[in-house]
């Protein structure tokens, strides 16, 4: 029989899959289904410094002051009644799950600044989370402010949460970081627990008859998963945090892909919203069959086994397959 465990965060899971951060999770029956599927562990969806500082004025006008500043501006914060719970609701779901369920609760944290937001992180924990995924959503859209000032600000967050809490801590980083591996390193000295690759930027569309910016929102597939093996691959084994792939992750192959590049814990959302909780069993049936087919006898022999870490001169081993994808392009004639 083949062994699927695998140790994400510190906690041992009998295998990788894991919802990742996602309205399923608000849902407590929703939660139950997903745990009765087999997910390893439950995710919830972010709580937003914004949803706290609004939350703390005593209205949703922090919300609303911005969003006729510009044009750019306009639905750039939803409002206030679009998001899923309010600070206090949310903590009594972090509550109300980790009361129900018997795998790892991760409560995630989604904010910019080294604020008094962060004592939720705090909070989060006497809720009952076992552990805290930091969501660190920001586009960095001033000009005047330098890629080191960003990261700056970034691992100001970590510091602080870091200091705060005594459960496992995860980041989920974004790829557009001038350095990804630099950045990985800083957070392994800061002792973080687990880097999430990686999160996804919903880009908004104009409608150029009313001048607005309309939020889209585009499922991911299996083609996204790219750039996390790729970074998954760089990564395994230079840093001590886990590494989790977030982000393409639709199939039991992908799941077997991101785990060969170094990954000790997939996360699905898109593939749970459209086939459901039971699309897990089905991952993880997927996964077991292929790996006894070839005789693995656990998933640990392949964590890694992909991992640019097994080739001598990985700078040369992705400019070689950099300038042989290149020359292998024939124009159609």
Known sequence: MMDLSTTYLGFRLPHPIIPGASP???????????????????ILPSLFEE????????????????????AEALSYFPPADDYA???ERYLEHVRRVSEAIEVPLIASLNGTSAAGWLSYARLMQEAGAA??????????????????????????????????????????LSPFFSSVANLAHQLDRLEVDGLVL?????????????????????LSDSSELL????????????????????????SGMDAIKAVMAGAHAVQMVA???????????????????????????????AQGSMSLLRCPDPEAFERGNYMKILQTWRVRT
């Open 227 to 250: 750039l996390r093996l790729r970074w998954l691959a760089i990564l395994s084994g230079r840093v001590r945090p886990s590494l989790a792939a977030t982000g393409g992750v639709h």
């Open 51 to 70: 949803q706290i500082a609004a939350e703390e004025a005593g209205s949703a006008q922090f919300l609303r002051a911005h969003e006729e500043s510009n």
């Open 198 to 218: 990686f999160n996804r930027f919903y880009q908004p569309e104009i409608d150029p008859e009313a001048l607005t910016a309309v939020p889209q929102l585009h």
């Open 271 to 301: 593939a749970l919203l459209i086939n459901g909780p039971k699309h897990i069993a089905r991952v993880k049936h997927d996964m077991s069959h292929w790996f006894e087919e070839r005789e693995y006898d656990s998933l640990t022999q």
């Open 85 to 87: 719970m309010g600070p």
């Open 131 to 172: 552990a805290l995924e930091l969501n660190l959503y920001h586009v960095a859209t001033d000009p005047s402010e330098t890629g080191a000032a960003v990261e700056a600000r970034l691992l100001d967050v970590v510091r602080a949460v870091k200091q705060t809490v005594s459960i496992p801590v995860a980041v989920k």
């Open 24 to 42: 399923l999770a608000s849902d407590f029956d929703t939660v139950r289904r997903l745990e009765d599927c087999g997910a390893a562990a439950i």
